[in-house]
Structures are given as C-alpha cells and as structure tokens.
DNA sequence: TTACTACGAATTGTCGACAATCTTAAAGAA
DNA sequence: TTCTTTAAGATTGTCGACAATTCGTAGTAA
C-alpha cells in the first residue's frame, strides 16, 4: 500500500493502482485525447479483467478525465478552447475562495512553511535559469497548500481529485515551460503575504488575478498551436 | 429509456435505474445517513447483481452521497454542522460565479421564462399559503434555471450533478418548510432582475447573500434538531 | 448511384463464483 | 481482569463467461 504523489490517494486496490497510471497515462498524453477507451484491450494490458478497469474508469470519469456514454463506451475527454474557459472560469472562483479561507485559517507554521518553499524556489530558479522545475512541480505544491490551508474538506477534494488533473493535463501537453516563471514568483509572495496579514480579501483577489493570468498565458499558447497545425496541413 | 427529474440522467441502464432509486432514497433519508450498506444486502433488495449496485455505488460517491473505503465498504454519509458549512461556502462560490455568467450568457427568452415562473409561484404561493411547494421543487426549478443560464457545461455538470443533490439532502432531512418563503421569493425577483440588465457583478453579490441566507435558515433548524435530540436523551 | 435493411462482429452491461481482506468473538497469557 | 492472539464468519475485490446493445458491412431495391 503506497501512496500516490498527485492526490492524496492510497493506492491498496489493484484498480487503485490502475487509475493512477492511467490518470498519469491520460495527463501527460501517452493516451491520447480525445481518443476512444477499448475495455478488452486496456484490461489486457493492465493485466486486471474488466471489472477492474471499469472501476478505474469510474474514478477517472469522476475527475472529468473521460467521458462515459452507455451502451457506447468510453472517451479520453478532448483539450478544447472552450472547455478550458470553462475550466478556468470554476478555477477561479474556487480557488480564491480557498485563498480567503487560507487566510483566516492557515496556521503560522504552515504560513512559514510556505514562505520558505517559496524562497527555496527563487533559489532553484536562479541557478536553473528557466528550468521547468518551478513552473510545474513547484507551482503546484504552492497551490495545493493555500488549498488544503482552507481547512474546506470539500473544497479541498473538489480541487484536488477533481479539477486539478484536468489543469495539469492542459499545461504539460501544452508544454507550459514559458517565460511567466519570474512573473509568477512574485505573484506567489504577493499571495503568501495577503494570507500571512489575514488580509483575505486581497488574498482572494490576487489568486484570481492569478489564475487569470495563467489562463490567457495557457490561451496564448493553444492558440499558437492551432495556428501551427493549421500552417502544417 | 427515461429521464430523470433532478439532474439530467438519462436513464438506460440497471445501474442508472438503481443509482437514481438509491439517489431518492438516500436524500429522502429512507436509507438512513451515516448508516453502513452492505452490498450483497442491496444487491438482492434491488434485484440485480453486485457488479451492477456497485457501478452505482461509484456514482454516489462522485456526487457526494456515500464515502468508500477500500476493503472496508460503504457509508451513507453523515450531515453534520461543519460539512454543512463547508458545502455551503462552494455553493456560495460556484452559484456567485453561475449567477455572474448567466448576467452575459442567458438569452432574453430563458430570463422572461423564469420572470414567468416567478409569477407563477408567487400566485401559488398566495393560494396554498405557506405550503411547501415553492421552498422545495420551485427553488430547486429557479436555481437550476440560472445555472443553466451560465452555459458553463463544467459548472452545471459541477452544481448540478454534483453538489446539488447533497443540498437536497440537508434541507429535505431538516424539514426545510420555514417562513423563508416570501423572502426568497424576493431575494429571487432580485436577482433576476440584476441578470436582465446584464449586471452580473450585482446578481454574484445578491445570489451569494441568497444563499448565506439560506444558510443561515438551515443551520439554525440544524441546531434546533440538535438540541430537541440532546433534550429527548 | 443512393438509400435503406439486415446481418454479423465487436463492444458494453450484467451475472455468479472465487480469492483476498477485514471484523468479531472467543481463547489464552500476563 | 485486561490485553493479545487466533480463528471463524462475513464483506469486499477480482475474475471469466454470458446477455444485450451498438456499429460496420454487405446486400438489395429504387
């Protein structure tokens, strides 16, 4: 029984073990988007029987990785434009409501914690110099504690299981390593701060503000990509 | 092949058919909340097969209504004060941001609608006095409608697969037939009309007051429960 | 050629049985 | 007595097979 990095799941189950990776499989683009789930032969694969992997497909279902329509099957769900507006737009509202929750209910200890992560990155940056530690890793430590200093179970689940595999799944495969890291950082410490003074209304705010930028940045780059498939045809 | 009412399941299979009866029965309290479910027990109950009863146990957990352990089975789960408000603070978040998108997205047609509907509760309302119809059904009618008018597909799947059957389950539980009514009623015309001037800043802030509200009303009759039980013992 | 129908292959939904795990209760040791 | 250990019982997880439905294809008629 292990535990897994990305969600607080523990894996005990064999069916466990395959909705991790094929969460990891769908996320990172190894399964294709958009692309149709044949049970026989992914159980084969995973080496499980149906059964099993239907049960995956049940939790990978729940957080909106696919998509399930009866007696048809089973669809990686597709990055559109739109659905990522969508996304976005549900992003925000909950996650600067778990910023002003942080901030009247983070501990010192925590807050502290936080900052120190926040200056260990500043130093990784510096001597990485654009590496792409910072932007995928390291930002997603930083909003996965603002989220569960929220102290909102349910706010906390909804984000981590649910939404957040999704954004992921946006950003690695549009390979999101731009030149918003340095911009971010100091995003973070404006953040941080806000939530330190219990200040959780500015909290909130500037994690909208946040996110917004990160949307029109992930936007700006699909665009690009469209654009090039298209001159490629 | 049927639709169901509160959310739009299109109902095909046996697994649909035992996840909106166990649904119904488990927000209606006839499956008792915090109580164990014994799958073989349910399964005969149902008349279908386990496989089947727990493709159906799955889709309660994503919509909240039961918890899972591995190994370990299955609970209905427990409507306490804290979890009320921790729901109560997405609803606030994710209805605000419903209400905002509806102010820009909702056709002219969908607001006369429910301006109509409006209309006609408040004539039901004055016939039937006090009578639990508006409270239950015309509400649940009047806060989908905007949701819809979001035209956020995530958001309405989010709100209305998701949350809003947890919602029921604490105001049918508590006997939500308070002398809220006439206030709602209001607080709905309110709204509606901040969404016909486009002003979706202003329908946000009154939709999230609403539903403070509405708060405010169920954890009151939650804390009287409490005490009733606590004076029984 | 095009549209419709009917058939067959493949896929999903459902079932009953077996294996692995947990829970309960009894038995034994400190 | 109280705590630990162990074994039986029950419950959940997993499997392979069968039934129901869908999808593609070939064939027929207009």
């Keep these: 029984m292990t535990q897994d990095a990305f969600s607080e799941t523990l894996i005990t189950t064999a069916s466990d073990q395959v909705f991790v990776d094929m969460r990891r499989e769908i996320v990172e683009g190894s399964i294709e988007q958009g692309s149709k789930i044949s049970e026989p032969e992914l159980a084969k694969r995973y080496g499980v029987s149906r059964a099993t992997l239907r049960e995956a497909l049940n939790r990978l279902e729940s957080c909106y990785l696919v998509e399930r329509k009866a007696n048809v099957g089973c669809r990686v769900v597709a990055l559109t434009a739109e659905r990522l507006i969508e996304v976005y737009q549900v992003r925000s509202a909950l996650e600067g409501l778990a910023c002003r929750l942080a901030a009247d209910n983070m501990a010192p200890d925590e807050v502290q914690s936080l900052k120190q992560l926040l200056n260990q990155h500043l130093q990784t940056q510096r001597v990485k110099e654009g590496e792409s530690y910072y932007q995928e890793a390291g930002d997603l430590d930083f909003h996965f504690r603002i989220i569960k200093g929220s102290k909102n179970e349910h706010l ?14 946006y950003r690695v495969q549009m390979g999101m390593v731009g030149p918003r890291v340095s911009k971010a950082f100091d995003e973070h410490l404006a953040i941080i701060n806000a939530i330190e003074n219990h200040d959780g209304e500015l909290a909130e705010l500037l994690m909208k503000r946040h996110i917004s930028a990160s949307q029109a940045n992930i936007q700006a780059k699909f665009d690009l990509l469209a654009a090039q498939k298209k001159a490629a045809q």
Tied chains: 1, 2.
Excluded: P, V
Excluded at 156 to 169: C, E
């Design 156 to 169: 906390i689940h909804l984000l981590s299981n649910g939404l957040y595999q999704l954004i992921r799944m």
